[in-house]
């Protein structure tokens, strides 16, 4: 239970960078996947879409964040920023290894269309118990024992950790654990043995949940790689309160000593939010990380290479400086802006990792100093064309198309941008005016979002990158989120019927032209 010191990364590898040539991919995250038991997984349906994207000539799968979700069911508000999510975990891997049987999934929540989450997390929690208990009979696959163990040496520096946050938080009802008795709260040491040795199967248990994930990720993450597909993995700049992150290194955040935050995260008013972005997330201690040589973020972003092939550094402009909100608060509009010590923390990273496989999200309110930051390390920034076409004087705008520069991500829109139809039957006037001029045509409301795509693709951005909804046309009902709104979201699934052979054969024509055709592909040919 106590905090190890940082491990020696010095020898690992630099990571994947973005190719010289032009190149694109889909934005999917796993839980949309189609597939028969209610949510995407890491399974037969998976490797059929990383199939799918290889026919359409694409080199990139973007995913959310892959950690375990909270209340909401947000990925960028999970209970361990290293851990995996259970529920992605792939329930016919599990039956065809023996560690469940068929009778174990008849009772399945189906929602075809929607994850219901809460539903979700309830059957498939009595299963990995299931599954756990006929590992521990020594059933299923010869070789998962000497494989588990080999995990938890490998993993404990974070795992230990999260596995006995997961348990307390599952023994006390799935309280928070700034609600826990103070001797939990506190990390007392000879507490937090006492409950290891009463509960050790709880413990355990998580950490084997914890195997089958990162078993079975790694088996498609190999599996895309095969075929010349490379995963775009997202991490957040920050944490969630109740995390075993937060829990077990208290002292490198600004918590009292109730465990509750004297500041938190946001950001100020933008093209989201009226009022801001109240997140709730606490504050770093930067001055406590700087001391310490950054070793955490080091950590994480060495997990992040384990897990991902490049990394999309969510609110990037946090480590330049990060909107400081008092706790409580109604809203996130009496912020002010805090210095980071970004260009440090970036630096130690690159010498102790080798070059940073970052996309910077340099969305909302960007200054000079966040450019420089961003440029100082040769990162390629971020460009929405969704909001290319609101401002007033749009053929200025960096979004403008014809202004991308060739270092950049082109999205026709995020996660948390309604769909490009979506976009355009609520468009202004401005907007679609601005539309119209730049493609000089007058397109039919079915036709803007293949527009929009060619927009994209054909721009000199390196990368260019689209939802899987605006692949499919699909209106607002398929969105992902909507910033700022805190229930009701991150539930769309994809129906499989619509990954069509044509689908994929349209992509692929539009990549090929635009010069971004995978260079697997063109070797093939």
């Known amino acids: 239970m106590t905090q190890t010191p940082a491990p020696d990364l010095s020898s690992i590898s630099d990571y994947a960078s973005l190719p010289e040539h032009r190149s694109s991919g889909v934005l999917l995250h796993p839980t949309s996947l189609p597939g028969p038991y209610g949510t995407g997984e890491l399974g037969h349906e998976a490797r059929q879409w990383v199939d799918w994207l290889q026919e359409a000539g694409q080199t990139y799968w973007q995913i959310l964040p892959l950690g375990p979700t909270g209340h909401g069911n947000s990925p960028y508000q999970t209970l361990g920023a290293f851990a995996g999510n259970p529920l992605l975990i792939s329930l016919s891997e599990l039956l065809g290894s023996g560690l469940l049987s068929a009778a174990d ?5 189906l929602h075809p269309e929607r994850v219901d989450f809460d539903a979700q997390t309830a059957w498939r929690s009595e299963l990995l118990w299931t599954a756990y208990r006929r590992f521990q009979a020594g059933e299923g696959p010869a070789e998962l024992a000497a494989e588990f163990s080999a995990y938890k040496a490998a993993q404990a520096r974070w795992l230990d950790n999260y596995a006995l946050f997961r348990a307390l938080k599952e023994v006390h009802g799935g309280a928070a654990w700034f609600q826990w008795a103070a001797e939990y709260r506190r990390r007392d040491q000879a507490a937090l043995t006492r409950f290891q040795q009463d509960h050790f199967d709880v413990v355990e248990h998580i950490r084997f949940i914890q195997f089958l994930f990162e ?29 075993s992150d937060v829990w077990a290194h208290q002292d490198l955040f600004a918590l009292d000593e109730q465990g509750q935050p004297t500041v938190q995260a946001g950001v100020p ?16 201690r930067w001055d406590r990380m700087q001391e310490q040589g950054f070793d955490w973020w080091v950590a994480r972003f060495a997990r992040s290479r384990e897990l991902y092939d490049l990394i999309r550094v969510d609110h990037f402009r946090g480590f330049e400086a990060y909107w400081e909100v008092p706790y409580p608060a109604e809203n996130a509009m009496g912020g002010r802006w805090v210095p980071a010590p970004g260009r440090e923390l970036l630096a130690e990273v690159r010498r102790r990792l080798g070059d940073l496989p970052i996309i910077a999200e340099d969305l909302g309110v960007i200054t000079p100093k966040v450019e420089e930051l961003r440029d100082e390390f040769e990162l390629p920034g971020m460009v929405v064309l969704q909001f290319a076409f609101s401002d007033e004087d749009f053929w200025n705008s960096p979004f403008y198309p014809a202004n991308i520069v060739r270092n950049r991500v082109v999205y026709t829109g995020t996660h948390d941008n309604d769909t490009t139809l979506g976009w355009w039957r609520t468009a202004s006037d401005l907007e679609k005016h601005h539309f119209r001029s730049f493609t000089a045509s007058d397109p039919a409301e079915d036709e803007v979002t293949w527009r929009m795509l060619g927009i994209a693709w054909h721009s000199r951005a390196r990368v260019a990158i689209a939802p899987l909804q605006d692949l499919l046309n699909l209106g607002t009902d398929a969105r992902m989120n909507v910033p700022g709104s805190a229930t009701g979201h991150w539930g769309w699934r994809a129906d499989a019927s619509a990954l069509t052979p044509e689908l994929a054969a349209r992509l692929r024509e539009l990549t090929e032209e635009s010069g971004r055709l995978a260079a697997q592909v063109q070797a093939a040919d």
């Open 105 to 109: 999934l008849h009772a399945a929540p």
């Open 215 to 243: 078993r079975q990720w790694q088996a498609l993450r190999a599996y895309a790689g095969e075929r010349g597909v490379q995963i775009v993995g997202d991490l957040p700049i920050f944490v969630a309160l109740d995390s």
């Open 269 to 284: 008013p933008d093209y989201f939010a009226a009022e801001g972005q109240l997140w709730g997330n606490p504050l770093y």
